[in-house]
């Protein structure tokens, strides 16, 4: 499966951004999503993740009650909305499928990944 992020850019603190990761190539709905995320000089972390229909979501205790993650299995996409950001959250924004289990918070569990997109959030 193909993915492609998009949505990143640059943010003041406490303002918002909607990540989007369009999949194409596969069946998308076999997949359960990833979003991760990796600073400069860090290694890359869990962010967020669904299950194929949306039945199983997770967070990373650092974004929780701040991001929501959502899929449309008609659309292709799944989306990560992203609400009073803060400097921290400045990284490149990964989306990837897992194809086994999809609700893994290891990278390694995941078998196809987006380009990535640039989020920075200014103080």
């Known amino acids: 499966v193909q993915l492609q992020a998009s949505g990143g850019g640059l943010v003041q603190a406490g303002g918002s951004l909607r990540l989007s990761c369009a999949a194409s190539?596969?069946?998308?709905?076999?997949?359960?999503m990833g979003w991760f995320r990796q600073a400069p000089g860090k290694e890359r972390e869990f962010v967020a993740l669904?299950?194929?229909?949306?039945?199983?979501?997770g967070y990373a205790d650092s974004v929780k009650g701040r991001f929501t993650v959502s899929r449309d299995n008609d659309k292709n996409t799944v989306d990560l909305q992203m609400n009073s950001l803060k400097p921290v959250d400045t990284a490149v924004y990964y989306c990837?499928?897992?194809?086994?289990?999809?609700?893994?918070?290891?990278?390694?569990?995941?078998?196809?990944w987006g380009q990535g997109t640039l989020v920075t959030v200014s103080s």
């Open positions: 669904i299950n194929w229909n949306g039945g199983t979501i």
């Open positions: 190539g596969r069946t998308f709905s076999n997949y359960g």
């Open positions: 990837a499928a897992d194809g086994s289990s999809g609700h893994s918070r290891l990278p390694q569990n995941y078998d196809y």
